[in-house]
């Protein structure tokens, strides 16, 4: 005799995809990991390279690459020694764009939130 499986309501699915829609935003929420992201999209770098440009430790941009390669924003390639970082999905550049587009059109406002900031 097979076990029936406990339905799963849709609101119940909807507050689940609404709620990793929302923790992958926080992903790119973070400022370091914002600007990581933007790196990448230039081109392939280390975590060497990384800490040169962004002047912070080297184990805080391992934290913050494993963050982004968990999520899929960021994949990797060995090659010899080195482990070269990148984003390697378009979907990933578009989102960075809308942003900047919609951030650029609403940046008073975005700046002067206080709501978001608040905990």
């Not at 040169?52 to 934290?63: E, G, M, W, Y």
Request: net charge positive; aromatic share 6%.
């Amino acid at each position: 005799m097979r076990m029936a499986l406990p339905k799963i309501k849709e609101h119940e699915a909807l507050d689940v995809s609404t709620d990793l829609a929302a923790k992958y935003f926080r992903a790119l929420g973070d400022p370091t990991r914002l600007r990581i992201v933007e790196l990448l999209m230039e081109g392939p770098l280390t975590v060497t390279d990384l800490t040169q440009h962004l002047r912070i430790p080297q184990s805080n941009v391992s934290n913050h690459i494993a963050c982004l390669r968990w999520c899929g924003l960021v994949g990797s390639e060995n090659q010899g020694k080195w482990t070269y970082y990148s984003v390697n999905n378009p979907k990933i550049r578009k989102i960075i764009e809308l942003v900047r587009a919609l951030v650029s059109a609403n940046a008073e406002h975005v700046a002067a939130c206080t709501r978001i900031d608040a905990r």
